[in-house]
């Protein structure tokens, strides 16, 4: 079953601009993960944020976490051509088990 | 290291035949999961293992489908017979439980069933 709902389910930004991708979420979790998936490949870890966190950066990358909200957000400032792919979030429910929302899929125009 | 190997990367198969969808996790990982994707139903997890042991195979579909890990280094999944309903992509993933948390994805197997 789903837990995360990633909004929007697209999006299309020119080069240079910031993205910003909204996940939901219903149920407790320990930690939400953040995936990126390149066309017709595997998906990378981006970034981990715990339940007790609220705010994490990586690069260009910003992750927020509103536990009261059931929320967290995946900010890429500066995008880039390359970071054109799928991005998903994922909750981590129990001490292992990883649910994954449906995506966002991110087009970054030159 | 070389990632989590999956084997094989494209797979076509007839409807009634028996798949084999193979995987090989980073070494020294001590958790590995399978997931399958569709458009439909986005990635839903199929089962997990910890230390070689089947720890929720909730997600898996129906009796034609079963997983195997019979040591740390190696994990199978099969369907059989296969229907064409389960044409997806399938993944491995793996994990140190006291790592950082994020899984390592193969590159995934892509099942044709016609």
């Known amino acids: 079953s789903q837990q995360g709902e990633e909004d929007p389910q697209a999006l299309s930004i020119q080069e240079g601009e910031n993205a910003t991708m909204n996940c939901s979420y219903k149920?407790?979790?320990?930690?939400l993960q953040w995936y990126r998936q390149n066309s017709g490949r595997g998906l990378v870890h981006l970034i981990l944020?715990?339940?007790?966190?609220r705010e994490k950066h990586s690069g260009r990358l910003r992750v927020t976490l509103d536990t009261s909200k059931k929320s967290s957000s995946l900010l890429i400032t500066a995008s880039r051509a390359a970071d054109t792919a799928s991005y998903f979030c994922?909750?981590?429910?129990?001490?292992?088990?990883?649910?994954f929302g449906q995506g966002t899929r991110l087009t970054i125009n030159p | 290291d070389a990632g989590v190997i999956q084997s094989p990367r494209h797979e076509v198969t007839e409807m009634g035949q028996e798949v084999t969808l193979r995987c090989k996790p980073i070494?020294?990982?001590?958790?590995l999961f399978w997931y399958r994707q569709t458009m439909m139903r986005g990635l839903e997890l199929l089962i997990y293992?910890?230390?070689?042991?089947?720890?929720?195979d909730s997600g898996m579909p129906e009796d034609r489908f079963s997983a195997k890990m019979p040591n740390a280094s190696f994990s199978t999944l099969k369907i059989q017979p296969s229907e064409p309903r389960d044409s997806a992509v399938y993944f491995c993933?793996?994990?140190?439980?006291?790592?950082?948390?994020?899984?390592?994805f193969g590159s995934g197997t892509r099942l044709t069933v016609v």
């Open positions: 993933a793996s994990r140190l439980d006291s790592g950082s948390g994020g899984y390592t």
């Open positions: 149920t407790s979790i320990n930690n």
């Open positions: 944020i715990r339940s007790n966190e």
């Open positions: 994922a909750t981590a429910q129990g001490a292992q088990k990883l649910v």
């Open positions: 070494s020294g990982h001590n958790s």
């Open positions: 293992f910890n230390n070689n042991v089947p720890i929720d």
